[in-house]
């Protein structure tokens, strides 16, 4: 059974440090990988998408790396902002096909000090 | 990318009711996904929904609480039968875009509270 857990839990930093967050899965058996981004009482929102023959993605100030095969994954953000607190969530894709349903992890609350 | 719809995006509701949610997609979809995230939680997938089949359900979840619907393959609905306080959740839907390694795209979400 895959589970993804993600370290921290929360994280509070200053304006404009860089940050990693980090997602680890049990079952590297995967098709893909993304973290999303949720506000408080909203949706999700896509960040980044690693299939899982691609070892980064990047966007912007954010860079997502992939290692399947140490089933852990982490997300960089760089010159962090007060708009960019929020939960982030990895997830994790893709069993027995590339339809198949995802499994979050946990999340990692964090919030930025202006 | 997908658009997805949600209504109602939120709602209040008396204890032993039901709600019905609805999502609408963009574009045609094979299987649309709903989940649940509980307050301070992450989300927990409750079924697959596949046009012209009934949903696969996940462990700890049951169509006679939580039926859904799947006319089409851009339309679904989740109820929440006999609702109690500890349905207060939001409740997400969710497709998959794309051929191989495929993109999830999430609603905006339904925020349920039960009183």
């Given at each position: 059974?895959?589970?993804v857990?993600?370290?921290?839990?929360a994280?509070?930093?200053?304006?404009g440090?860089?940050?990693?967050?980090?997602?680890?899965?049990?079952d590297?058996?995967?098709?893909n990988?993304?973290?999303?981004?949720?506000?408080?009482?909203?949706g999700?929102?896509?960040?980044?998408l690693?299939?899982?023959?691609?070892?980064?993605?990047?966007?912007?100030?954010?860079?997502?790396?992939?290692?399947?095969?140490?089933?852990r994954?982490?997300?960089?953000?760089a010159?962090?902002?007060?708009?960019?607190?929020?939960?982030?969530?990895?997830?994790?894709?893709?069993f027995?096909?590339?339809?198949?349903?995802?499994?979050?992890?946990?999340?990692?609350?964090?919030?930025?000090?202006? | 990318?997908a658009?997805?719809?949600?209504?109602?995006?939120?709602?209040?509701?008396?204890?032993?009711?039901s709600?019905?949610?609805?999502?609408?997609?963009?574009?045609?979809?094979?299987?649309?996904?709903?989940?649940?995230?509980?307050?301070?939680?992450?989300?927990?997938?409750?079924?697959?929904?596949?046009?012209?089949?009934?949903?696969?359900?996940?462990s700890?979840?049951?169509?006679?609480?939580?039926?859904?619907?799947?006319?089409?393959?851009?339309?679904?609905?989740?109820?929440?039968?006999?609702?109690?306080?500890e349905?207060?959740?939001?409740?997400?839907?969710?497709v998959?875009?794309?051929?191989?390694?495929?993109e999830?795209?999430?609603?905006?979400?339904?925020?349920?509270?039960?009183?």
């Amino acid at each position: 059974k895959q589970e993804v857990t993600q370290i921290p839990a929360a994280l509070s930093v200053p304006e404009g440090e860089n940050l990693v967050l980090n997602c680890s899965f049990t079952d590297s058996a995967i098709y893909n990988l993304q973290w999303f981004r949720q506000d408080p009482g909203k949706g999700l929102t896509s960040l980044l998408l690693i299939q899982s023959s691609q070892r980064e993605q990047t966007s912007g100030r954010l860079n997502a790396s992939l290692d399947k095969s140490s089933g852990r994954s982490t997300l960089y953000i760089a010159a962090s902002q007060p708009g960019d607190s929020a939960t982030y969530l990895c997830a994790v894709g893709g069993f027995e096909t590339s339809y198949d349903k995802v499994i979050f992890g946990p999340g990692t609350s964090l919030s930025v000090i202006p | 990318s997908a658009v997805i719809s949600q209504k109602p995006s939120r709602d209040i509701c008396q204890r032993g009711t039901s709600l019905t949610i609805q999502c609408q997609v963009d574009s045609q979809v094979t299987m649309m996904f709903w989940y649940r995230q509980q307050p301070g939680q992450s989300l927990t997938l409750i079924a697959t929904a596949n046009q012209g089949s009934e949903a696969t359900y996940e462990s700890g979840f049951v169509i006679d609480k939580f039926p859904i619907s799947r006319p089409n393959l851009t339309f679904s609905t989740l109820t929440v039968s006999n609702m109690s306080p500890e349905d207060s959740s939001i409740y997400l839907c969710s497709v998959h875009i794309g051929g191989g390694g495929t993109e999830a795209f999430f609603g905006q979400g339904t925020r349920l509270t039960v009183v």
